[in-house]
């Protein structure tokens, strides 16, 4: 059971940055594309963004194309959520997610059921 843990969540002003990471300590996640959702008091759970196995490639919801940015480091144990130009809007519970299936020339996408191990969320909160 992959154990994944978020850090880097808390309190910024609208059009300030926010970095988050996702970690898991057992297993390199270069094994597993790594997705980001949220979740917003009251709101049904929707998809930030996800980055394939081995990636490299990305895929983004379009409410925040152009403005965040996945990355895995150099080793493989991190990846990362780069959030800038944040709004009131981006506030919410942020989760990593990891699953083994892979994609080859396309994007994994941003459907929860297709993740099977989950992080235990860091909250983010967008407000003046």
């Known amino acids: 059971q992959l154990k994944l843990v978020e850090s880097g969540g808390g309190l910024v002003q609208p059009g300030g940055s926010l970095r988050l990471s996702c970690a898991a300590s057992?297993?390199?996640?270069?094994?597993?594309?790594i997705s980001w959702f949220r979740q917003a008091p009251g709101k049904e759970r929707e998809g930030v963004s996800c980055i394939n196995n081995n990636g490299g490639r990305t895929n983004y919801a379009e409410s925040v194309k152009g403005r965040f940015t996945m990355s895995r480091d150099n080793a493989g144990n991190t990846v990362n959520l780069q959030m800038n130009r944040l709004k009131p809007e981006d506030t919410g519970v942020y989760y990593c997610?990891?699953?083994?299936?892979?994609?080859?020339?396309?994007?994994?996408?941003?459907?929860?059921?297709?993740?099977?191990?989950w992080g235990q969320g860091t909250q983010v909160t967008v407000s003046s």
């Open positions: 997610a990891a699953t083994t299936l892979r994609w080859d020339g396309s994007t994994c996408p941003l459907l929860g059921t297709i993740f099977g191990s």
């Open positions: 057992k297993l390199a996640l270069d094994n597993y594309a």
